[in-house]
């Protein structure tokens, strides 16, 4: 069983930025970040292989969120910046064996941490 463990979320003005963490137990291929507003799908945001293929984003945070990662310590990050109000969301990091941006895809999921981004 791969644990998930995030951190950073939080509250932040418009304009601003946040970094999210996610700690891997193990190396699973895919890692990725999703997200749910209340009453909303949970939707893709960025995700990336451990292959070292090009990081794929959703079109609402691509040029403002970045995904990285940190081989040793098996963690994917999530720089988000020029936050918008409609960015307010749980947070999620997920990993899977197979690159998709469908949340079923994904056989892993972390806890959560919120994101509030205040008008």
């Known amino acids: 069983q791969v644990q998930l463990v995030e951190s950073g979320g939080g509250l932040v003005q418009a304009g601003g930025s946040l970094r999210l963490s996610c700690e891997a137990s193990?190396?699973?291929?895919?890692m990725a970040w999703f997200r749910q507003a209340p009453g909303k799908e949970r939707e893709f945001v960025a995700a990336f292989t451990w292959s070292g293929s090009t990081p794929a984003y959703a079109d609402s945070v691509k040029g403002r969120f970045s995904i990285s990662r940190d081989n040793v310590k098996n963690a994917v990050y999530l720089q988000m910046n020029s936050l918008k109000p409609e960015d307010t969301a749980v947070y999620y990091c997920?990993?899977?064996?197979?690159?998709?941006?469908?949340?079923?895809?994904?056989?892993?999921w972390g806890q959560g941490t919120q994101v509030i981004v205040s008008s």
């Open positions: 193990a190396r699973i291929y895919v």
């Open positions: 997920a990993a899977g064996e197979s690159y998709s941006t469908y949340h079923g895809n994904y056989v892993y």
